[in-house]
T-cell receptor, first 110, second 110 residues
């Protein structure tokens, strides 16, 4: 069966520091992968999606970037975090229209 | 551009009462709509999709193209239905990109 893992679960970082959140999917090949940000009162905002290795589409201009170095690995990064980057980040993969979400990573930027 | 609107941030009902979570959308094409649910300390997961036309945990949702709505309904709410509910719309193409509403937090009181 397919599983999705993302880590770390919780992260506290100072402003200006770098960020790396990782997500891996097991049990499927060539999945579509997504990074969403969940914020109170704002719902779920799609940040990036990828349909294959090295293929990244960005939905909103921001301080973040994404990479897909391997088929089942999706990484969310920043070179210098801003206070506004705080939030709950969700990785997901899709199968026939349904999204399967990871457990999320809570980022607090101080 | 597609948009999903959930007008109620919070909804509180008593156990056994009917519940309706509202969702309206705007999309120029033929929409595919979903309801996702996030129970406390659990992952965000699919509740139902309009093309399935099925009832899940007593919930149903009918796509009304005339009113551009996809309201989620249950005739008799249960305490375990308390959760955050998100309505989502899928855009066309093979990337299975979902646009989410801001969510409605449902609380079912005993």
């Amino acid at each position: 069966s397919q599983t999705i893992h993302q880590w770390p679960a919780t992260l506290v970082q100072p402003v200006g520091s770098p960020l790396s959140l990782e997500c891996t999917v097991e049990g499927t090949s060539n999945p579509n992968l997504y990074w969403y940000r969940q914020a109170a009162g704002r719902g779920l905002q799609l940040l990036f999606y990828s349909v294959g290795i090295g293929q990244i589409s960005s939905e909103v201009p921001q301080n973040l970037s994404a990479s897909r170095p391997q088929d089942r690995q999706f990484i969310l990064s920043s070179k210098k975090l801003l206070l506004s980057d705080s939030g709950f980040y969700l990785c997901a993969w899709s199968l026939i229209g349904e999204l399967f979400f990871g457990e999320g990573s809570r980022l607090t930027v101080l | 551009a597609q948009r999903v609107t959930q007008p109620e941030k919070l909804l509180s009902v008593f156990k056994g009462a009917p519940v309706e979570l509202k969702c309206n959308y705007s999309y120029s094409g033929s929409p595919e709509l979903f309801w996702y649910v996030q129970y406390s300390r659990q992952r965000l997961q699919l509740l139902l999709r309009h093309i399935s036309r099925e009832s899940i945990k007593g919930f149903t949702a009918d796509l009304n193209k005339g009113e551009t709505s996809f309201h989620l309904k249950k005739p008799f709410a249960q305490e375990e239905d308390s959760a955050m509910y998100y309505c989502a719309l899928r855009s066309g193409g093979s990337n299975y990109k979902l646009t989410f509403g801001k969510g409605t937090l449902l609380t079912v009181n005993p």
